[in-house]
């Protein structure tokens, strides 16, 4: 990442609605949450990417130049754009630690977002219900339940051209793209806010009308016991 340590550049961000809405939604999930500003696609346009607390990275690209590929605290962000400021808050680009999906991804299926609405909801309501009542009459921590349904794979889509390499959407995915808004308003159709899966590589992405979440699938490690040689 370029640029100096302090927020002696502005942050170029002209939509401030957007980037509000962005930012208000990431700092209720976690007050200490980072942003990360980088140049997206045609000149004028900006990426906000952030990391969830469970783990999916959530981007929302709004107008303006930016401030180049810039990482700062999310709520100072806010702050600043809430008072009408245009300075670029204090950076901390080396406390951004996370890879970001590659810029080509291809389409795999188009889901209605009133499914996955309700795949959300329905999650919800079972962790509500584990932890009120616990699973087969027993007791279970609340965090192994969240971990537990946010592994849940929601949804399997099989590629036409790749009938052997389904893609598999995970509640964190689905989570992330209800919590953080980007569906947009809930509609009396349930093709509403129609959401594209989308891959590229080991990355899969939900990508709705007003923002992106996206996951790695974490690399499977296989450990082999050492031979011994003859020769040493």
């Known amino acids: 990442m370029t640029g100096g340590p302090g927020g002696d550049t502005g942050h170029g961000i002209a939509d401030i609605a957007d980037a509000g809405a962005f930012l208000s939604r990431l700092v209720r999930l976690e007050s200490t949450a980072l942003v990360r500003l980088r140049p997206a696609g045609p000149p004028g346009r900006t990426a906000l990417w952030a990391r969830l607390p469970w783990g999916v990275l959530a981007a929302r690209t709004v107008a303006g130049p930016g401030a180049g590929d810039a990482t700062v605290s999310a709520g100072s962000l806010l702050a600043e754009l809430a008072a009408g400021g245009t300075a670029l808050p204090a950076r901390c680009d080396a406390q951004w630690r996370w890879a970001l999906p590659p810029a080509g991804s291809r389409w795999v299926e188009t889901l209605p977002g009133g499914e996955l609405r309700r ?38 889509v099989t590629p036409d051209d790749e009938p052997a390499r389904p893609v598999e959407v995970t509640q964190r995915l689905v989570q992330g793209l209800v919590r953080m808004g980007f569906l947009g308003p809930a509609g009396n159709s349930p093709e509403s806010g129609a959401v594209q899966v989308r891959a590229a590589g080991r990355w899969v992405g939900l990508v709705g009308p007003y923002g992106a979440v996206w996951s790695q699938k974490a690399t499977d490690l296989v450990v082999r016991p050492a031979v011994a040689h003859a020769n040493g």
């Open 119 to 156: 795949l959300a909801s329905a999650a919800a309501g079972t962790l509500r219900e584990a932890a009120a009542h616990g699973v087969a009459g027993r007791a279970v921590g609340q965090r192994a339940l969240r971990d537990a349904l946010l592994d849940h794979v929601a949804v399997v």
